[in-house]
């Protein structure tokens, strides 16, 4: 995601109501999510990705249409592993 203030530009062009570029964040961050859940169930987290990945999380939070909320990634895995990492 090296370019997200470019992304984040793009966002503030569109017209009121018509956020094209926001599937597309929203996959992106889906994709990164994955990545990483992959990698903390094998305890090798990519600190670079995982900036990346909270970065994304921050913007889609704060613009329309706000289907995404900002949450810690690390946190949620772990609840979903029964707290045992």
């Known amino acids: 995601?090296?370019?997200?203030?470019?992304?984040?530009?793009?966002l503030?062009?569109?017209p009121a109501g018509e956020y094209l570029i926001y599937a597309d964040l929203t996959n992106e961050l889906k994709l990164m999510e994955?990545?990483?859940l992959q990698e903390l169930a094998k305890d090798k987290v990519d600190r670079k990705k995982l900036?990346?990945?909270n970065?994304?999380?921050?913007l889609l939070a704060k613009?329309?249409?706000?289907?995404?909320?900002e949450y810690d990634l690390i946190a949620r895995f772990k609840e979903t592993q029964?707290?045992?990492n």
Request: aromatic share 6%; charged share 35%.
């Open 51 to 53: 900036k990346e990945r």
């Open 63 to 69: 613009i329309p249409p706000f289907h995404i909320k």
């Open 12 to 14: 503030t062009q569109e």
């Open 82 to 84: 029964g707290g045992l």
């Open 34 to 36: 994955d990545e990483l």
């Open 1 to 10: 995601m090296p370019h997200l203030n470019k992304l984040h530009w793009e």
């Open 55 to 58: 970065k994304l999380n921050k």
